[in-house]
């Protein structure tokens, strides 16, 4: 089982940057997405982004897209989340999750099947 250990949360000021990584501890992933998701105060969790791991095809949710960046370094089985020009709509909890095999497509929930704990990103106006 895939156990994935997320950092590099915190609290930011509107406009700043931020870059979560999300490293497979295990070193046993081998599914065929990476992805991040949040959850707001009050609100589901959310598809932010995901990354295909065999060619890194990345897909991004409309209310991100153009600001944040999925990518993913083979060799260390982690996926990062750069986040670039932060909101204060952007405070959530964000978690990054991994598939355990072969998925169409994956910008839902249940097409994961191992989860970080989560880390919160607060930015602050």
């Known amino acids: 089982q895939v156990q994935l250990e997320e950092s590099g949360g915190g609290l930011v000021q509107v406009g700043d940057s931020l870059r979560l990584t999300c490293r497979d501890s295990?070193?046993?992933?081998?599914?065929?997405?990476m992805g991040w998701f949040r959850q707001r105060p009050g609100k589901e969790r959310e598809f932010v982004g995901n990354?295909?791991?065999?060619?890194?095809?990345?897909k991004y949710s409309d209310s991100v897209k153009g600001r944040f960046a999925v990518s993913r370094d083979i060799t260390q089985r982690t996926t990062y989340l750069r986040m670039n020009t932060l909101k204060p709509e952007d405070t959530a909890v964000y978690y990054c999750a991994a598939t355990r095999g072969y998925r169409l497509t994956a910008d839902l929930p249940s097409a994961y099947d191992d989860w970080g704990q989560g880390t919160q990103v607060t930015v602050s106006s």
């Open positions: 295990t070193w046993t992933f081998s599914g065929s997405y």
């Open positions: 990354i295909r791991w065999r060619d890194g095809t990345t």
